[in-house]
């Protein structure tokens, strides 16, 4: 069984950073890939930042030169550091990992249970 556990989330003032963290645990051959997610009220779900195994990251337009995203693929575990929050990044945040459950098994995608962060104006 995958578990993705989150922690890091919480309330800070405008211009401030937070760290979240995510631990990728169980039985599976190895994860491929791990991610951010947010999910705003009355909004979708949306990529934060990815990391692949070979350390390529992807960012939304609107964290980037912001954000940072660092992974260790042989811990599974996926940090994004968030400096300069804004009101806008208020959301709950998922970690997100494409996992190969067997040496031949297709690539399943995980989700964290989220994190709440609040940005006050």
């Known amino acids: 069984q995958v578990q993705l556990v989150e922690s890091g989330g919480g309330l800070v003032q405008a211009g401030g950073s937070l760290r979240l963290s995510c631990i990728v645990s169980g039985s599976f051959f190895r994860v491929n890939v791990m991610a951010w997610y947010r999910q705003a009220p009355g909004k979708q779900r949306e990529l934060v930042a990815g990391i692949t195994t070979q350390g390529i990251t992807n960012y939304a337009q609107s964290v980037k030169d912001r954000f940072a995203i660092s992974g260790d693929y042989a811990k599974n575990t996926v940090n994004l550091l968030m400096d300069s929050l804004k009101p806008e990044d208020t959301a709950v945040y998922y970690c997100?990992?494409?996992?190969?459950?067997?040496?031949?098994?297709?690539?399943?995608?995980?989700w964290g249970q989220g994190t709440q962060v609040t940005v006050s104006s």
């Open positions: 997100n990992a494409g996992i190969i459950p067997t040496r031949w098994g297709q690539v399943a995608t995980y």
